[in-house]
């Protein structure tokens, strides 16, 4: 039994950052949870589940979107964003941008598509190394 079983599952997949055929990672979001599946990192440690998280943090609500990094690269980042003062606490910033696949119609997620995105739950089931108690990386 992997961790967190019950979250990373297919309904729950939201979209990837990187090549879909060289191990992207994938990202899960439900109402009230989000996490990442981390399938290659030059950091050993960094390759896994990632702990799930709530949505909401102290009145802050979760976002991921492709910002400009400063290079002017494309990237996804993750951030906690206040919903009226705009106010944000960082997350994570990606190596990549996230392809957003939720709302693709069936013509544009395919079978195959899909499960190379699965493919990252059954592959990868245990927390991330960096994330477990006592890791001092």
């Known amino acids: ?19 879909l055929r060289a191990r992207p990672s994938v990202y899960f979001l439900t109402d009230t949870h989000f996490g990442r599946i981390t399938q290659h990192h030059a950091d050993a440690a960094n390759i896994g589940r990632m702990s799930v998280c709530e949505t909401d943090m102290v009145g802050h609500h979760y976002f991921i979107e492709n910002q400009s990094d400063r290079t002017g690269r494309e990237v996804a980042v993750e951030e906690f964003r206040h ?7 960082h997350i994570h910033t990606s190596r990549n941008p996230i392809t957003v696949v939720r709302d693709w119609d069936k013509d544009q997620l395919t079978p195959r598509v899909l499960a190379l995105l699965a493919a990252s739950i059954t592959n990868f089931q245990d927390l991330k190394v960096c994330e477990r108690p006592g890791y001092r990386g």
């Open 83 to 89: 919903p009226t003062n705009g106010a944000t606490i």
């Open 1 to 19: 039994m992997g961790y967190r079983d019950d979250f990373y599952k297919v309904y729950n997949i939201y979209g990837y950052t990187g090549d």
